[in-house]
């Protein structure tokens, strides 16, 4: 979490664009960025920030102090920095009014089923079945209330129907957020030999968020039926409930509190002018405690209609039957709704405890300076843990009768407690060879060094890795640095990925049923996580570049680098929609063989809800029922249709976007850095930096072709990214 870094009281940032591994340790894939602190500051600095937006909502406040000085007689430097920052909510009315973006939406992406429509099935009125009477049952809104009708589904384009499609833009775009940051770090000069220091940082952050009321679907979760008997039941038969929206709970409200702190002791010397030491030991230990406000509490909330205090359809009815029709608005009772609505709450820790220690210096030296070496070791201990209270992750054993394998919110998933860490002991070693220097006086030689480091790192869960790193860098003339480098890494997927699997509800459509009765967006599963075995990625990068200092304008310089970084196993998640296009394209492809193999189209089973589905295997369907043979039969019997016929298949209920060592990626491009240090004024100094990126390649293989795909220009992906500083 980069706020936990301090904002101000920094010498400089030094970003390591080639990989690290070797030194940094397995993770440092593409290279590093150091904090480093201003252990000689002096003085008081206050910084104030005011920012507003133009669309209203969303300002935002900051405030930074700054404090560094000498103490005891000198031999003590302390740095301090707190920093305090606000910001109110960015409501998401104000970003863009209605939820129908259709009016913004390019050509070919305009229909009222696409994703930019973005209203969703699941509203305050609800749609259902009966039992023993086909098809699905609207309640649709009217200028002078509702009715209740089986065919068509309400409008999206009206505006007194298209109510009926819950407006996903209640709430926030950007929650309200309030961050304290208190940095600390002090040197202490023990002896001419010994320096003692230290860091503190404590960190407190709170955001609010708020969503939409929760939704309920009974392709997410367990179907809700309201017996014939129930006082709010007018048709005389079981009804099912398929979607609905809580609105009369209000929207879901979202409280994150996190608390983060970090320690650090060390000591650092010399043995010798030429030789150098440092240890140090760290604890940090970041908790987060997260509370979501107006959740419901599954049990409570079907116990509430069954026995008729709740009426979900919010409406008297006249009439009894299939012929029933809504007649006068029946409002709940908040003292109903608040049996039901509670807290949903859930807690992360995370902690890290460090040992390391490292020796620096002249091996010995050479007619071009002084071989230079390092080396040290790390041990590192990692402790994860999610802690969900009883009901809230899952039920486990209980005397409420409920599913111990399930849990008891709506919308919300099954995830069991996880507690878990690991043990990680490196060691590394690194050497700069100098093989010419200036005083060599050798043409085209004014300076050349290459290097090279190896690190060793033992997992106690993913065993042993090493991983080599090789560098040289040459000046033909002063002026000019050519510079390259070969590098391997290692990362391992942390605990978190490892252990954490969940089910989401998350509102989007079926492709393959689009224009259909179940494909448009409504509340379904999607589950993620780790779903099986994951092993660690591995990669090879190389560098090569050039650094030019302009000879007539002091304090100018220019580089550019090309990198190529090549990585295996690559731990990914599949994107959720191209599964689900994925999906619809093999449903359609195997129409098309049945078809062709002289099938008719009601006689094709493409194996919804079984293990011979030909569809994506990662969607989970539903077997096929009464209500879906009649959908599809009244699609393909549309003229307009008839040279695009859809086999049958049950709904769309979940989308599984398990980690997997899946993948392979290349990326490879270049870097381009242009800085201007001017020369210092009276009144101070004015420097200018620019820095691009230009991506080249990127590209994926394996996901769902096991062919290569390109990333560029998707999912933020831009060829070209930069910025500049003054």
């Known amino acids: 979490n980069a706020n936990t870094m301090p904002a101000r009281g920094l010498e400089r940032v030094d970003v390591l664009r080639d990989g690290a591994s070797s030194i940094y340790g397995s993770d440092a894939v593409a290279g590093v960025v150091n904090f480093i602190v201003d252990n000689r500051y002096v003085g008081n600095d206050i910084e104030a920030q005011v920012g507003i937006t133009e669309i209203g909502s969303g300002a935002d406040r900051r405030i930074t102090l700054t404090h560094g000085g000498y103490y005891f007689d ?10 305090a920052y606000d910001r109110d909510p960015l409501e998401s009315s104000d970003v863009g009014g209605d939820s ?16 930019f429509f973005d209203r969703n099935v699941s509203s305050q009125y609800p749609r259902f079945t009966i039992a023993g009477v086909s098809g699905t049952r609207y309640m649709v809104p009217t200028a002078d209330g509702a009715i209740v009708r089986n065919t068509p589904q309400p409008d999206r384009t009206d505006p007194i129907e298209g109510q009926a499609y819950f407006d996903m833009n209640e709430g926030y775009s950007l929650p309200s957020t309030t961050r304290f940051n208190w940095f600390n770090q002090v040197d202490y000069k023990l002896n001419d030999s010994v320096t003692l220091f230290g860091e503190g940082l404590l960190y407190y952050a709170k955001s609010t968020m708020e969503r939409p009321p929760v939704a309920y679907s009974s392709t997410a979760d367990i179907p809700i039926v309201i017996s014939a008997s129930n006082p709010n039941n007018p048709f005389g038969s079981d009804v099912t409930l398929l979607n609905y929206r809580f609105v009369d709970n209000g929207n879901e409200r979202a409280e994150v509190e996190t608390m983060a702190y970090r320690l650090v ?28 406000q107006n959740a419901i ?11 008729g205090a709740y009426n979900p359809f919010g409406y008297t009815f006249s009439g009894t039957g299939t012929g029933a029709q809504p007649a006068a608005l029946d409002p709940n009772d908040q003292d109903v709704i608040d049996t039901f609505s509670q807290h949903f709450r859930q807690t992360g820790r995370d902690i890290l405890t460090t040992v390391d220690a490292r020796v620096t210096g002249e091996l010995f030296d050479t007619w071009a300076g002084a071989v230079q070496l390092a080396a040290g070791g790390e041990y590192r201990f990692e402790d994860y843990a999610l802690y969900r209270p009883q009901f809230h992750g899952m039920n486990y054993e209980n005397d409420a009768g409920l599913d111990p394998e399930n849990n008891d919110f709506v919308q919300a998933s099954p995830v069991d407690n996880i507690f878990d860490d690991r043990t990680v002991t490196a060691g590394f070693l690194e050497t700069i060879i100098p093989l010419a220097a200036p005083e060599n006086e050798l043409l085209g030689l004014y300076s050349l060094s290459i290097g090279a480091s190896l690190r060793y790192e033992h997992y106690d869960d993913f065993g042993s890795t090493t ?20 590098n391997e890494g290692f990362r391992a997927p942390n605990l978190a990925m490892m252990n954490y699997s969940r089910e989401t509800v998350a509102s989007y459509s079926d492709p393959y049923r689009q224009g259909l009765s179940g494909g448009e967006s409504s509340p379904r599963l999607q589950t993620s996580g780790a779903l099986g075995e994951l092993g660690p990625e591995t990669s090879k990068g190389v560098t090569a570049g050039i650094v030019v200092d302009i000879p007539w304008v002091e304090g100018l310089r220019f580089s550019v680098d090309y990198f190529q970084i090549k990585m295996d196993n690559v731990i990914a998640t599949p994107n959720a929609s191209q599964i689900r296009n994925d999906d619809a394209a093999l449903l359609r492809a195997a129409t098309a063989a049945a078809l062709a193999a002289g099938q008719s189209i009601d006689q094709i089973d493409l194996g919804s809800g079984t293990d011979s589905y030909a569809g994506n295997p990662n969607v989970v369907r539903a077997a096929v029922t009464d209500a879906d043979r009649e959908a599809f039969a009244a699609y393909n019997s549309n003229p307009a ?13 979940n989308t599984l976007t398990p980690f997997a060592n899946a993948d392979k990626q290349e990326v490879a491009g270049y870097d381009f850095n242009i800085t201007y240090n ?28 096991g062919v290569s795909s390109v990333l560029l220009g998707a999912d933020g992906n831009t060829r070209l990214r930069g910025s500049a500083a003054l």
């Open 641 to 653: 249709n008839a040279n695009n016929r859809l086999a049958t298949v049950g709904a769309l209920v």
């Open 100 to 115: 129908n973006k259709l009016s913004k939406a390019p050509y070919g992406f305009d229909s009222t089923s696409g994703p």
């Open 678 to 705: 001017m020369p210092a004024f009276d009144w101070g100094k004015v420097s200018f930096s620019t820095d691009w990126t230009y991506l080249d390649k990127f590209t994926q293989t394996g996901g769902l072709s």
């Open 467 to 486: 991983n080599p790193k090789f560098t040289m860098d040459w000046r033909p003339i002063r002026e000019v640095m050519i510079r390259g480098s070969y």
């Open 74 to 83: 000198e031999k003590l430097h302390w740095i301090t920095t707190l920093d």
């Open 265 to 292: 002791a060390g000591a650092r010397g010399n043995f010798s002018d030429a030789w150098n030491w440092e240890t140090a030991a760290t604890y940090s230990r970041n908790g987060t405690h997260d509370i979501s």
């Open 297 to 307: 509490r599954e049990s409570a909330m079907r116990a509430a209609i069954a026995s």
